[in-house]
């Protein structure tokens, strides 16, 4: 084993020492209930709230698909991402949050089927969402193992094989969700927030200066790919689209939506929204910039393989010391998204699944043992599709952000439209799934999306459905859910609780 894979698997070690023991010791703080494990009793102030949705927002898309999609497409991987994504999501944050933080407080929802659902007190409305969101989550949730074992399988030469340092970033996020549950994972996540963003900065500086400094890396690409600089590889339909749908998914994100609900109060939305538009598009833009360079220092990488150009350009142009460092900034980002995604389908499959069984009947710490449970089996799973992983991450961010994108109006009809209907909502998630998977996997000819990316036509149909169908079915305004709904947002109290 070489001396740089022995300094990197050591500092590794230390890193995932610290978050293990971070999780350790919030298990002392944390109660034995449901709403404790899922929720962190709701109690998270700026820092930690914002660490928590930035956290689980920032994933190994930033570090691993973001640069390799520049790698392709060039500095234009930038603005793809952030064009809306660093104005609209914030300020959708707080437009969804607000309200379903007051229903949170109040009846105790957990996810976006409780807010959904509960708005016409409709079970089997509630159930086909959740199933929807587990259908795109898992997916997305493999891809932080796939990046934290690529990562560590290059950093280290090899030494630590892809299917270990994937089982090595597993079981650490394992441990510290099921021991802490959401208080731990939040907790993790304010550690690993300062470490990403700070490691992130580090590399940025120490992989220009090696270029020469940021004016002659770009120079070098120019020599080599000058439409890389340009927005040649990317059409304003792609790119169009992917700014619609990158500004409205993460709002919609299960894991982000529930971590808006474990704030102390709205206040701390505002913050967010102040706090989150700087940060994120410093860090993309540093992302981007990087991938586009390893074009002149790691040349002809095909597909997919430009997934590794982070990890590689961090062997090729970093110091053995500064290694371990820098990689435990990488394995931030990818695993704070990873605990969350795996909390929200553990709640999402407790809370609007099993607790509509006789299982509803356990007691609170035989549930809070079967979340536990749930966490390991989707680990477990999640390992085993990052294993036969088929495509790049890019790809499976994609369908996964269209996806939860679609979950966008029916979220907002329940929250500010009292003539939204039930079967409205049914329709609109229906239709705007099915297009989705239908363009995508070619199903229906791709042609018919014009040009689009499948997603924006799957929303905007979504939409159109949405009200064509409320208007065409009868009125729900006197639902006595949706008179309880309007009267928390108006701010008074509630004489009952719906049913």
């Known amino acids: 084993m070489s001396d740089q894979a022995i300094y990197v698997i050591t500092m590794l070690i230390g890193y995932m020492g610290v978050i293990v023991f971070i999780g350790y010791k919030s298990s002392h703080v944390a109660s034995k209930t449901l709403e404790d494990f899922h929720m962190g009793g709701r109690e998270f102030k700026s820092f930690v709230l914002f660490s928590a949705v930035f956290g689980a927002n ?22 793809y991402f952030a064009t809306a994504w660093g104005w609209l999501t914030p300020l959708l944050f707080y437009t969804i949050g607000n309200r379903s933080w007051r229903l949170g407080k109040s009846l105790g929802y957990m996810t976006i089927s409780d807010v959904i659902g509960g708005r016409w007190q409709s079970s089997g409305l509630a159930v086909i969402i959740s199933l929807i969101l587990i259908v795109f989550t898992v997916p997305y949730l493999m891809t932080g193992l796939i990046a934290g074992g690529r990562t560590l399988q290059i950093l280290t030469e090899g030494a630590v094989p892809l299917w270990l340092g994937e089982l090595i970033v597993a079981l650490a996020v394992v441990f510290y969700v099921s021991v802490g549950g959401m208080r731990g994972a939040a907790w993790v996540n304010a550690f690993q927030t300062a470490i990403f963003l700070l490691g992130g900065i580090a590399i940025f500086v120490v992989i220009a200066w090696k270029l020469g400094g940021p004016v002659e890396a770009t120079q070098k690409v120019v020599a080599l ?51 989150y538009p700087a940060v994120g598009l410093l860090i993309m833009f540093l992302m981007a910039m990087i991938g586009m360079w390893g074009v002149s220092v790691v040349p002809g990488l095909v597909g997919s393989e430009s997934d590794n150009i982070l990890p590689l350009l961090l062997t090729k142009l970093t110091p053995v010391w500064m290694m371990g460092i820098l990689g435990a900034a990488a394995f931030s980002a990818m695993m704070s998204t990873m605990d ?47 294993m036969f992983n088929p495509i790049g991450i890019m790809r499976i961010v994609e369908f996964a952000f269209a996806g939860f994108g679609c979950m966008l109006a029916p979220t907002l009809g329940a929250l500010y439209w009292r003539r939204c209907t039930q079967y409205g909502v049914l329709a609109s998630i229906i239709i705007s799934e099915v297009v989705l998977i239908a ?44 008179k309880v709904y309007f009267e928390l947002f108006n701010g008074q109290k509630l004489d009952s609780a719906p049913a």
């Open 58 to 79: 920032i994933s190994a898309v930033t570090l691993i698909g973001v640069p390799g999609g520049a790698y392709h497409k060039g500095w234009i991987m930038w603005p």
């Open 225 to 275: 790919e000058p439409e890389l600089i340009s927005r040649d590889k990317m059409s304003w339909k792609t790119f169009f689209s992917y700014g619609v749908i990158v500004g409205i998914g993460p709002a919609m994100f299960p894991q982000v939506f529930m971590r808006l609900l474990t704030g102390k109060d709205p206040r701390s939305l505002k913050q967010i929204m102040c706090m």
């Open 340 to 386: 969350s995604q795996l909390l929200c389908v553990t709640t999402m499959i407790t809370r609007d699944l099993l607790h509509r069984t006789s299982l509803a009947r356990l007691s609170e710490h035989n549930m809070v043992s079967i979340s536990r449970l749930l966490v390991v089996i989707l680990t477990v799973l999640s390992y085993v599709l990052a």
């Open 439 to 482: 363009l995508t996997f070619g199903f229906i000819p791709k042609e018919l999306a014009f040009g689009f990316l499948p997603g924006l036509i799957a929303i905007a149909l979504g939409v159109i459905s949405l009200v064509f169908v409320s208007y065409v079915t009868s009125s729900q305004e006197e639902h006595e859910s949706t």
